[in-house]
């Protein structure tokens, strides 16, 4: 995975790992354009707008308390069919999870596309696509090209919530 080094561009650490965080002006207003999880060593680089700050403490303190609530502007992004997906996801509590097939049944589609929707959710913690589950277990996470290092975010993030 390519990491910009811009000044838009700062990766922070987690208890899994490593956050990268994007940042960008749109429309004249300053967004989150992209969250990326990074495996753990990746070289930290600090936030240099408000928004990352605000972001990296907003981070931190849901490391704490994973009750805490993101508050951060997102850079409108997908299409119509992930934007339903994602939005659906904001609606399951800390501690709670659904099914691809329940996301499914709610917006009229089916299991596969909203996994597929999880996926590519450019926007990782804030949009929880992590408490979407399979009617069988815990399900697949992201796209997983590096073996089990989604899945075990997903895994710290379910336990971390209090679901596992």
């Not at 965080?21 to 990746?42: A, N």
């Not at 099914?99 to 596309?113: F, H, L, M």
């Not at 589950?133 to 075990?152: H, I, N």
Request: aromatic share 8%; glycine share 10%; proline share 7%.
């Amino acid at each position: 995975m390519a990491i910009s080094t811009s000044a838009d561009y700062c990766v922070i650490s987690a208890p899994f790992g490593c956050l990268g965080v994007q940042t960008e002006l749109v429309d004249g207003s300053l967004m989150i354009s992209k969250i990326d999880y990074l495996p753990p060593g990746t070289a930290l680089i600090s936030p240099k707008n408000a928004l990352a700050k605000s972001f990296s403490k907003q981070c931190t303190q849901y490391f704490k308390h994973a009750s805490s609530v993101f508050d951060v502007p997102l850079k409108p992004t997908g299409t119509p069919h992930q934007q339903k997906v994602w939005n659906a996801t904001l609606g399951i509590g800390v501690g709670k999870t659904s099914t691809y097939g329940e996301i499914a049944k709610k917006i009229k589609s089916g299991p596969r596309a909203v996994g597929t929707a999880c996926g590519a959710n450019p926007y990782p913690l804030v949009t929880p696509c992590h408490r979407v589950v399979s009617a069988k277990g815990l399900g697949g996470f992201m796209k997983e090209d590096t073996p089990g290092f989604y899945r075990q975010i997903k895994i710290w993030l379910l336990k971390h919530e209090g679901v596992l």
